[in-house]
Nanobody, 122 residues
C-alpha cells in the first residue's frame, strides 16, 4: 500500500503564495504519474498539475503561469508552488499517484491523499 500526506494549505489573501507538499510512503512503488487535483464545494475534482515518468508536465489552463509543480528525484515528494492566488483557487487540494508495485509488478494502481485546504480571501 502507498500512503500520501499533503501539507502546506492555509488561508491567504488574494495575490499571496502557498507551497504545498505531498510526501509518499509505503511499498516500493514505480511511478507513472504524480500530481495535484483540487475540488471546490459543488464542483467536480479537477486536475491542477501533474508530472509523468516520461518527464512531461500538465497544468490546468487557469493555473498556467501561476503554479509550478516539482519533485525530488525519487518521486517521494511532490510540490506545488502557488503564486498570485485568486479566490477562485479556493478548494481542497489532493495529491494523486499512479504506478505499480516495484517488487510484484501489481498495478497500475491509483492512490489519493486526504487533502489540504487552500482558502484565498479577497
Amino acid at each position: 500500500q502507498v500512503q500520501l500526506v499533503e501539507s502546506g494549505g492555509g488561508l491567504v489573501q488574494a495575490g499571496g503564495s502557498l507551497r504545498l507538499s505531498c510526501t509518499r510512503s509505503g511499498n516500493i512503488f514505480t511511478i507513472n504519474a504524480m500530481g495535484w487535483y483540487r475540488q471546490a464545494p459543488g464542483k467536480q475534482r479537477e486536475l491542477v498539475a501533474q508530472m509523468t515518468a516520461g518527464q512531461s508536465t500538465d497544468y490546468a489552463e487557469d493555473v498556467k503561469g501561476r503554479f509550478t509543480i516539482s519533485r525530488d528525484n525519487a518521486w517521494n515528494t511532490v510540490y506545488l508552488q502557488m503564486n498570485s492566488l485568486k479566490p477562485e483557487d479556493t478548494a481542497g487540494y489532493y495529491c494523486r499517484v499512479v504506478g505499480y508495485d516495484t517488487l510484484t509488478s501489481r498495478g497500475p494502481s491509483e492512490y489519493w491523499g486526504q487533502g489540504t485546504q487552500v482558502t484565498v480571501s479577497s
